[in-house]
Each structure stands twice: as structure tokens, then as C-alpha cells.
């Protein structure tokens, strides 16, 4: 069954048990009312009819009123003392019928009263012939030495056709009600389950695959739509995470081809002269050294690839790196000494003014560093200068690495940091294109970023920012400006 069957059925059914004990609780109240009415009745006459049947059986002067019980006809006299269709019997000491009337009906039917009833307890009796019920009560005729009753009975036949038009009518309401309220439970509960039918669909397309679906209402103003609400989240979650994957599987298929593609060209070209060894060795044109020479190239080439590889592999798992207190100007100054051991032409300027310390692994820090004034020497100008800046600025410490060359394009900016990506869509050079993405791995290790602009006056800003430590240690004396000379 459907949720709103059910609701129904429930509401239906918890109404029908309030009704019934509604009706029961109704009826009980009624009959005792009606009881009462009659035991009040039996009472206010108990006098008057005990003085008639005392007349009746000659113990008084008085003439005896109603209808003999042996005979079905009028005995004439005043009018009737008792309630109409009563029964009064007077019994002596020793329980012997002394006199009977049947006030005001001619019916031969009476009460089938019980040879010891006690003194003024009302009770409901059969009919000794027939149909029907009576209600009986005794009380004493005359003084208590005398030892006479007198038994009054009144018919309840008024009272059962009552009972039975209440129970008819109520009946015939509760039925009237169960069922305007079924119809109207029905369409309420459709109405008001109508958005949770809408969700059921938008989730059987979103189980077909169609994550772009979302449902409604999704809003915090009711419970359904507090529900919307969170499934659409919980859907835009689960979209982010599908199209993060997609994209990650993509970064790794073209991470593996490329990586492929730059481990194939160096093993090529050392199979190339490994045969040109094999099959000319004795060949005076051959130049060993030559051949040598490039295969050690090349295997420095594979090594340093491979190298890389395996670095950022380490960068990118999941780990804290060490934490130890690291001056960034140290750093500069080192890497700033290596450019001009490279590069003697080049002007490479430092500007630190005061220790820069961070919290993280010396050795990636120093790698970062290096990578970003290696990649300024590779595509720029020769003999153009190269500014490298230290400093800290709240809680933020940042190295810049100025240029002067000729900036970067569009694509520049959009892939700078992939791995494996180069400008030269030859691949031209030494390089394979992981020494921006190393930085970019090392920066996201130490909880920084890496990013990079165009100057106003021309070259290029890398900068690799990282937390500032919240407590300096600085073992290094402050350094100012610094020129480092070619040598």
C-alpha cells in the first residue's frame, strides 16, 4: 500500500475507535438516565398504589382501582394511580398474592418477579409471557408489623425503543463521518504528499544516471522542504565528487602518457647509441666518446625525471610534513647563490630584509625555491636579471621570484602549474615540465599556494606563499638587501 492508503486507513481507524468509545460511553450515560427516570417513577407512585391494592384486597375501606390481571377488561372507578402499562402486586407476610392491578393497558403480559426481591433495590426482569423487559422494584405496604409488599413494575419498552434510535443515529452519524473523513484525509494527504511524490521521480532520474536533476521544494520553511533541501546539497556534493574524480582519472591518464612520453625519449636515444656501439665498435668513424657522453646525458636525464616523479608521488600523499623551524631567507640566499653558480652572466639580487620562518620540511622548501629560480633562468633572456623577495606579512610568508623576461600568455597562466606542461609544444630542451607542478605539490603540502602574474613593467611574479609560525625562531641573523656577484 501507498503511504497516503495508510494514512488513511490509520486516521480512519483511530477515529472509529474514538466514536465507538464515544457511543458506548453515550449510551451507558443514557440508559442509566432512563433507568433512573423510571426507578423515580416506580417511587413517586409506591404511596399511592400500595393504598389501592390495600382497598383492593378489603385490609381498607377504599374501592379498588385498575385492571383485574385475571380479566381483560376496565373495572371502572376514579382514574388510574400507578403509571400507565404498570404492574403492582401486594404480597403478605408469608409472600401470598393478596390483590394485582395492570394500570391503563389491556396487555395480558407481565413482569416475572422473583419470590424474594430486597426493599427499594430496582431491578430489570423478563416478561413472564412474550416479549419485553420490567423494571421491578419492593417496598413495604402499610406498618412494618403487617410484613406486606407491594411489588411495582413498569415496562421499559419506551426506554429500549430509545436506546435503540440513539444507537441508530449514532450509527448512521459515525459511518456519515468515517467516511467525509476518508474523503477528505485523502485529499488532503494527496496534496500534502504530493512534493515527496514529485522527490520519489526526481530521484529515480537521478538513479538513472542524471545527476543534474534536483528536487522540490527545498526550502527551510517546512519539513518536506528541509528535506529538498538537503537532498540537493547532498546531490551537489556528490556531482562535485563525480566531476573531482572524472577529472582527477584525466589528470592521472594524461600524467601517465606524459610521463610515459618523457621516460621513452631519453631510453630511445641510449638503445640508439647502445646499438650504433654493438654493431660499429670498430668502426673509426664511430666517436666513443661521443657516444658516451650522450648516453650519460641521457641517463641523467631519465635519472632526474624519475627523481621528480618520485617526489611528487611523496608530496602528494596525504601526510603532515616534518615540522621544524625553517627562514625562508636562508633559502633564498642559497637558491639565489646556485642561480649564479649556474648562470654567472645574471644579475641575482635578494631582498630580505628581516627572517622569514616557517614550519615545514627543509629539504622540499629548498626544492620549491630552487624549482621556481631555475624556471625564471630557463625562459628568460641571457644575461637578464632575477629578483628573489623573502618576507612575511601577518600570518602569511611569501617568496617571490622576479623576472624580466617576456611574461606569460593566456595558456601560460591556465596550464603554468600542470604537470608536464611546457610552452615549447616541441618539448624542446631538458625539461619535461614538473618543476612549477613540484612547487605547486610542495606549497599544498605545507598548507600555502603558488601562484604567479605579470609585472606592470614587464617579466613575470612567482610567488609560493605559506603560513607564517606562530612562534619565531630565528637562528639566522636579519638580512638586509643583498647583491650576490656573478662569479
Known sequence: ??????????????????????????????????????????????????????GQAGLTNGPGQGIDPDHDHDTGGPPVLGP??????????????????????????????????????????????????????????????TGDTVLIAIPLSSVESSLHHLVLI????????????????WFVLRRGLQPLE?????????????????????????EVGQLGLALNTMLDEIESSF????????????????????????????????????????????DMPVIMRRIEEESARMRTLVEDLLLLARVDRTRTPEQEPVDL???AADAATDAVATAPDRPITVIAPEPVIVRGDRDHLRQAVANLVVNALKHTPAGSPVEIEASSEGHVARVVVR??????????????????????????????????????????????????????????????????????DATQPATSEEQVSPR
Open 1 to 54: 500500500m501507498t503511504l497516503r492508503l495508510r494514512l488513511v486507513i490509520a486516521l480512519v481507524m483511530l477515529t472509529a475507535v474514538g466514536l465507538a468509545v464515544f457511543g458506548v460511553a453515550t449510551y451507558s450515560l443514557y440508559a442509566r438516565s432512563e433507568y433512573r427516570r423510571v426507578d423515580s417513577a416506580i417511587t413517586a407512585s409506591a404511596q399511592s398504589v400500595g393504598r389501592n391494592l390495600d
Open 84 to 145: 400507565t402499562g404498570s404492574y403492582a402486586e401486594l404480597r403478605g407476610a408469608t409472600g401470598k398474592t393478596l390483590a394485582a392491578v395492570l394500570y391503563g393497558s389491556t396487555s395480558s403480559s407481565r413482569p416475572k418477579i422473583p419470590a424474594h426481591l430486597p426493599m427499594h433495590q430496582a431491578r430489570t426482569v423478563s416478561s413472564v409471557s412474550g416479549g419485553g423487559r420490567w423494571r421491578v422494584m419492593a417496598v413495604p405496604a402499610g406498618p412494618p408489623a
Open 170 to 185: 449514532e450509527t448512521i452519524a459515525a459511518l456519515a463521518l468515517l467516511l467525509a473523513l476518508a474523503a477528505g484525509s
Open 198 to 222: 514529485t522527490m520519489a521521480d526526481s530521484a529515480e532520474k537521478i538513479s538513472d544516471g542524471d545527476l543534474s536533476q534536483r528536487v522540490t521544494p527545498s526550502d527551510g520553511r517546512t
Open 243 to 286: 566531476r573531482e574524480r572524472d577529472a582527477t582519472e584525466q589528470r592521472l591518464r594524461q600524467f601517465l602518457a606524459d610521463a610515459s612520453h618523457e621516460l621513452r625519449t631519453p631510453l630511445t636515444s641510449i638503445q640508439g647509441f647502445a646499438e650504433l656501439f654493438r654493431l660499429d665498435a670498430t668502426n673509426e668513424h664511430v
Open 329 to 331: 631567507t636562508v633559502i
Open 403 to 472: 623576472d624580466h623576461g617576456p611574461g606569460l600568455d593566456d595558456e601560460a597562466f591556465a596550464h603554468a602549474f600542470d604537470r608536464f606542461w611546457q610552452a615549447d609544444a616541441a618539448r624542446a630542451g631538458t625539461g619535461v615540465g614538473l618543476g612549477l607542478s613540484i612547487v605547486t605539490a610542495i606549497a599544498e603540502e605545507h598548507g600555502g599556494s603558488a601562484h604567479v602574474e605579470n609585472a606592470t613593467d614587464g617579466g613575470a611574479r612567482f610567488t609560493l606563499a605559506l603560513p607564517a609560525a606562530s612562534e619565531i
